[in-house]
């Protein structure tokens, strides 16, 4: 049982290119959410997708852009990398609606240049 | 704003000591509290969680106190061991919304 996978795990990039990060979760969760992780911010939500074919913004959403495109899969997307989008990314499912567990990828650590 | 503050952000215990984390937050409609353990090169995991109708939970070493009344809530590890070294993270979500919130975390050192 894989959980949470993310896809790739390391990337670096040039400040104005684009990439798209992968995550795919096979515990049959309805909800679906990216984070970004920097030292001493903890995990702050970009966006999150509460049902197949829902999103929505989360604290930090500017320069990202999602798609959930089925009930296994949300990839985060970013169209002109920027330094400051150097970070951990997380992706995250949770299952029941009554408890607020979520399972995480093991993160997908991106530097921009 | 930020929504959890937890402090401190850093906390060296020895072995067989205790160790205290505590947040505070603002927001009387949060009614989910958990708290989240992270090792190096992964991500984190659910721990322990609370909800404001007790005011104590305790599940082995780990115990979450919580007292609605100051909008604080404190993890406590007891007999601290090495393999609890990680970087450890409140959270808080309101009712019926799907966003969790983090603190910023404390990172857990425990000297053998």
């Known amino acids: 049982n894989a959980g949470v996978t993310q896809t790739p795990k390391f990337q670096v990039l040039k400040t104005g290119q684009s990439m798209t990060l992968q995550c795919a979760q096979d515990?049959?969760?309805?909800?679906m959410y990216w984070y970004r992780q920097d030292p001493g911010m903890g995990l702050r939500l970009i966006y999150y997708s509460a049902s197949e074919g829902t999103t929505d913004k989360g604290e930090v959403p500017n320069g990202y852009n999602v798609s959930r495109l089925n009930k296994r899969e949300f990839s985060l997307r970013l169209e002109s990398a920027a330094p400051s989008q150097t970070s951990v990314y997380f992706c995250a499912s949770r299952g029941r609606v009554d408890t607020g567990e979520l399972f995480f990828g093991e993160g997908s650590r991106l530097t921009v240049l | 704003q930020q929504q959890v503050k937890q402090s401190p952000q850093s906390l060296i215990v020895q072995k067989g000591g205790i160790s205290i984390i505590n947040c505070a937050y603002e927001?009387?409609?949060?009614?989910?509290f958990p708290w989240y353990q992270q090792f190096p090169g992964k991500g984190p995991a659910l721990l322990i969680a609370?909800?404001?109708?007790?005011s104590e939970k305790k599940e082995g070493r780990f115990t979450i106190s919580f007292n609605k009344s100051a909008k604080q809530f404190s993890l406590h590890i007891m007999d601290s061991q090495p393999g609890d070294s990680a970087t450890y993270f409140c959270?808080?979500?309101?009712?019926?919304?799907?966003?969790?919130?983090f603190g910023k975390g404390t990172k857990l050192t425990v000297n053998p």
């Open positions: 959270a808080a979500r309101k009712g019926g919304s799907e966003k969790l919130v």
């Open positions: 927001n009387t409609a949060f009614d989910y």
């Open positions: 609370i909800r404001p109708d007790v």
């Open positions: 515990m049959n969760h309805n909800s």
